[in-house]
């Protein structure tokens, strides 16, 4: 569930923390890749690319396409994308979505980052079926996403991040019979303004990825705490899966 979470004030407050490190994240995608796959993707997909911020970043050499549930993100994307790419990010709900002809089994790598899982049980099955259609044989999905036993270690209470405009502050539980994280969130803005949301996402461990991928066949090739490639353990924040296409 994440009513109201995702939107116009998202955009507002988030995009530009987010857009700063974007560039960033793409040089370490790539830099992912090659590890996997000798030379560059000639081909990308991403699973819930939001305005389009790692889309358009990508060299200009590579094929980029994604798809996007919010109107407001869509809308965001098509009026910054040049004129060739606008129609390059599909508008629709991935548990929902068909993969265009065309792009079946064309691309090279495909994406699901900035937890972009964990919203819909049914769309997150339906990314890794998505996935594995898009993908080449031995081309890799890349995943990232909170690490739910992390959370089993250090249950979060409190957190607050600044953001543009304000502060936010957020009062967490889980409901472990679910493995759900539940958000309490205020965000504080410089105006005085007190905005109220509510987030429930589903936590996955790396397990359970690894399973989800197996189904569609997509095998496990490894696991990191980030983008930089860090080194993965049990208490890492981030769940960074590497899943490869099977030939």
Known sequence: MSDSYFGELYLRFWRKKLDKVAEREVKEILSLYEVYVS????CIFDLGAGWGRHMLRFPGNVDVWGIE?????VET???EAPEGLKDHLFHGDIATFSVPEHLQGRCNLALSLFSSLGWNEE???KAFHVASTLLEEGGIFIIDTDNRDAYAIHPPSRTWQKV???I???KHRINWTESTLITQREIHTESGEVITLKRQMRL???HEIVNMGRTVGLSFEGAFSNLHMGAWSIRSGRNVVVLRKEG
């Open 164 to 166: 543009d405009g304000g």
């Open 77 to 79: 994307y098509r009026k």
């Open 123 to 125: 769309a997150d099955r």
């Open 168 to 170: 936010v502050l957020d």
């Open 204 to 206: 996955y461990s790396l």
């Open 39 to 42: 030379g560059k993707p000639r």
């Open 69 to 73: 549930k919010e109107d407001v993100f």
